[in-house]
């Protein structure tokens, strides 16, 4: 049994061993109990581990932990790199009516969205230490941090200043989403002060 948790120790490419994985090999799930008493495995959620010698990535962690949770706001600006602030909490958009009880544990900031509106520029991008992530996209974030409540006018002018310098920026898509999210005018004020 523990040939199969060392051979998924040695193998895991993200620092984490999952319960499934054990199983799906045939091993018992109960032997991981003495990698965590020998200090090898540290359980850092229902069903997955941490290996204690890897560098802990939060943010990927968190993004296996919830699976439906989709990396958004200010940290979403972030991974995008159209901010310097460093998010001290991780923000997630999660579908209406989705509930985890373990989530309220978490150091999160949790935003709901329409089923509608959950995939709307859904994308993929690497977290801090090189973990596959679904974060929105920057046209997405962007609308979300104008639309939302609490966002520091600074990172949000600081970011539309970025996004109007940016090679890649698609304003017929941030136009779109600026429309679908209700944020039009809001949006329309920076692209006529900015461009």
């Not at 018992?28 to 008493?37: F, G, I, P, Q, T």
């Not at 373990?102 to 801090?128: M, P, T």
């Amino acid at each position: 049994m523990s040939n199969i948790i060392e051979k998924l120790i040695a193998e895991s490419t993200d620092g984490l061993v999952k319960v499934t994985d054990v199983e799906a090999y045939g091993g018992d799930r109960r032997a991981l109990k003495s990698y965590v008493n020998n200090n090898k495995l540290m359980r850092v959620g229902r069903g997955l581990y941490q290996i204690t010698d890897e560098w802990e990535d939060d943010l990927y962690i968190l993004s296996v932990k919830y699976p439906k949770g989709i990396v958004s706001h200010d940290t979403a600006l972030y991974i995008h790199g159209f901010t310097d602030r460093t998010p001290a909490i991780y923000s997630f958009t999660f579908p209406q009516g989705y509930n985890a009880p373990s989530l309220k544990n978490e150091n999160v900031i949790i935003k709901r969205v329409v089923q509608e509106k959950y995939s709307l520029g859904l994308s993929d991008a690497l977290s801090f230490s090189g973990n596959p992530i679904r974060v929105y996209n920057i046209e997405r974030t962007l609308c979300d941090i104008v639309r939302g409540e609490g966002s520091d006018i600074q990172i949000v002018l600081d970011a539309m200043k970025r996004y109007a310098k940016y090679e890649n920026k698609n304003i017929n898509l941030l136009m779109d989403y600026a429309e679908q999210l209700h944020v039009k005018k809001k949006i329309l004020r920076y692209i006529e002060v900015l461009l």
